[in-house]
């Protein structure tokens, strides 16, 4: 990403993530949260394989990774 680059950040969304980091850095486990996220990234996963279909690039990444 440029160095000039803004992002913006939905306030929910960052609101969430202040939430989970203050839990993780308290170590606090939330069995339904943590529940939650695997089924909503379960969903984000089926729906990214039916529009690109599969995605094989754990190797090169580990290649491009140890090369370096």
Same mark, same amino acid.
């Given at each position: 990403m440029a160095d000039n680059a803004s992002v913006s950040i939905d306030r929910f969304i960052m609101s969430e993530l202040h939430e989970v980091a203050e839990r993780a850095g308290k170590k606090v486990r939330d069995r339904d !949260?943590? %529940?939650s996220a695997c089924s909503q990234l379960d969903? !984000? %996963?089926?729906e990214l394989r039916k529009r690109v279909g599969t995605l094989d690039i754990a190797v090169d990444l580990i290649r491009f990774? %140890?090369?370096?």
């Open positions: !949260a943590m %529940r969903v !984000a %996963r089926e990774g %140890r090369d370096q």
